[in-house]
């Protein structure tokens, strides 16, 4: 099946930072989801891009298909930021996801 | 609109009990989707439906068994619990294989 890896792991950030995320995977994919699990486990859908970039208040996202990599970026970061960030991509139907990016967001 | 929702929202079980979680979703999907998530872990794909009184094993299947039998309703089933199904079990739906909507979570364990 195709690999999803993300990075980093874990991210500290002061509140205000602005930071990056990755998720590389390892075959052609239909589609990308970014998802927010909050503190609480709820899963929030935050992007849905197979290609190209697109932005969400502080969020924004760009997917490179043809390089198997995209990017979310957070911006002015706020402690309600932090939780774990899944990178899921779509396979015949089918989403694989990531290990996640746990952020925690320091006022 | 509900969106998806899940029943029951917590389960304890003993070793060898049985029972079955309940999906619901209010916006006519055709897809629906059994998920687990296991601690430091992403989710994978437990069951899946791509429409009524269908239903496909996905990643890790054994151990479950799903039904479809009304188009809003996806039914995950332990027949005989075990310690290793302690997880907290997502549903999810999509319209038509595309952007999934996931339900709160079911945590489950099994002692």
């Known amino acids: 099946g195709i690999q999803v890896e993300q990075s980093p792991p874990d991210l500290i950030l002061q509140e205000g930072a602005n930071s990056t995320l990755r998720c590389n995977f390892s075959d052609s994919v239909n589609n990308l989801q970014w998802f927010h699990q909050n503190p609480w486990g709820q899963l929030i859908n935050l992007f849905y891009?197979?290609?190209g970039t697109k932005q969400n208040g502080r969020l924004s996202a760009t997917t490179v298909a043809t390089e198997r990599y995209s990017l979310l970026y957070i911006s002015s970061s706020q402690t309600t930021d932090s939780g774990v960030y899944f990178c899921a991509v779509h396979n015949d139907y089918k989403l694989s996801f990531g290990a996640g990016t746990t952020v925690t967001v320091r006022a | 609109n509900a969106g998806v929702t899940q029943t029951p929202k917590f389960r304890v079980l003993k070793t060898g009990q049985s029972m079955t979680l309940l999906c619901a979703q209010d916006?006519?999907?055709?897809?629906m989707y059994w998920y687990r998530q296991d601690p430091g872990m992403g989710l994978r794909l437990i069951h899946y439906?791509?429409?009524?009184?269908?239903?496909a094993k996905g990643e890790v299947p054994d151990g479950y068994n799903v039904s479809r039998l009304k188009k809003q309703n996806f039914l995950l089933g332990l027949e005989s619990a075990a310690p290793s199904q302690t997880s907290v079990y997502f549903c999810a739906s999509s319209l038509i294989g595309d952007e999934q909507y996931f339900g709160p979570g079911t945590r489950l364990t099994v002692t």
């Open positions: 439906s791509v429409g009524e009184g269908t239903t």
């Open positions: 891009i197979p290609s």
């Open positions: 916006m006519n999907h055709e897809y």
